[in-house]
């Protein structure tokens, strides 16, 4: 678990400004602590520098444009994040060991790269039949009190057990639960995906409790005061597929999306954080009924 408030302040910086060229001064600047403590607690909190953490998350938001983005040329998509067409492929080539051509013909054959499908069903949808489940609408922000975890992604139902168990005091009957993996397993390493756990809080009530378990003695893993990992999540126009079925599934569902209905749709995406609202799921056999919310422009 990533539980640095300062971290996490950091990811969500360089992930929203990822094709600009960063740098630990700015980002330093921007947290409001010293570039050399940022770096320290950065390592230990995540296993990476900040220089590798982007370096990284540019060539890989590189290859999803790739995949998603089917119409736009290669030197495009790499001069977006700052890259000469040579640089590029070099970076390119390095990270995944063939070039951005190669990788965007073999990413297109979906069912070579089939590690999280576990179901009969192998084949993406249509864009005629997504069109049936995708409704654009407008969403408001969402005050959230949240865990964040670097991973796979097979670990989440255990993730949200502990913490559903460890913030069952903040659950009323208007409380959502939203959850937001911010990494494509087909691209990025499984295990060093990040995932964000998060259920809506009211920002007095969540004061409040924290309040009192400072005045309780309870205290955190990494420290003598409880954690108060909270944010706002962005609302906007987004576009929002209805899935109901079950999680082994939820994955084709989204590159059924990205791959048939966007690029079908003249949406653009937009770069606030998707997410996935739930709205009912059967713990026993596990049936949910999600929306799967993508920032669009």
């Not at 009530?205 to 309870?218: E, H, V």
């Not at 205290?219 to 954690?227: E, I, L, V």
């Not at 126009?237 to 999306?257: E, N, R």
């Amino acid at each position: 678990m990533i539980e640095n408030q300062i971290v996490n302040k950091a990811i969500d910086y360089i992930f929203s400004h990822i094709e600009k060229e960063l740098s630990v001064d700015e980002i330093s600047q921007y947290i409001g602590y010293s570039k050399y403590y940022l770096t320290r607690i950065f390592k230990a909190e995540t296993g990476e520098s900040i220089y590798a953490f982007i370096r990284r998350l540019k060539v890989e938001q590189s290859a999803w444009r790739l995949k998603v983005e089917k119409s736009r040329s290669i030197t495009e998509i790499g001069n977006e994040f700052g890259y000469s067409s040579s640089n590029y492929a070099t970076l390119f080539r390095d990270h995944f060991e063939k070039t951005p051509a190669q990788f965007r013909k073999d990413i297109s054959d979906i069912s070579k790269r089939h590690a999280f499908f576990y179901g009969k069903q192998n084949h993406l949808e249509t864009y005629e039949e997504c069109c049936k489940k995708i409704t654009i609408e407008q969403l408001p922000d969402f005050y959230v009190l949240y865990e964040r975890h670097k991973g796979n992604y097979t670990n989440l139902k255990n993730h949200w057990c502990t913490f559903m168990d460890s913030n069952s005091e903040f659950v009323t009957d208007d409380t959502l639960f939203i959850e937001r993996t911010i990494n494509d397993p087909t691209i990025t390493n499984p295990d060093e995906c990040i995932y964000d756990i998060c259920m809506t809080v009211s920002k007095e009530d969540s004061r409040l409790k924290f309040q009192n378990r400072a005045a309780a003695g309870i205290t955190s893993k990494s420290g003598t005061q409880p954690q108060k990992n909270t944010m706002i999540i962005e609302g906007g126009k987004f576009a929002v597929y209805h899935y109901a079925g079950y999680p082994q599934m939820i994955y084709l569902a989204y590159q059924s999306f990205f791959c048939n209905w966007l690029t079908k749709s003249n949406n653009k995406i937009d770069n606030r954080g998707g997410f996935d609202l739930y709205r009912k799921i059967d713990s026993e056999t596990l049936y949910m009924e999600l929306d799967i919310c993508i920032p669009i422009k």
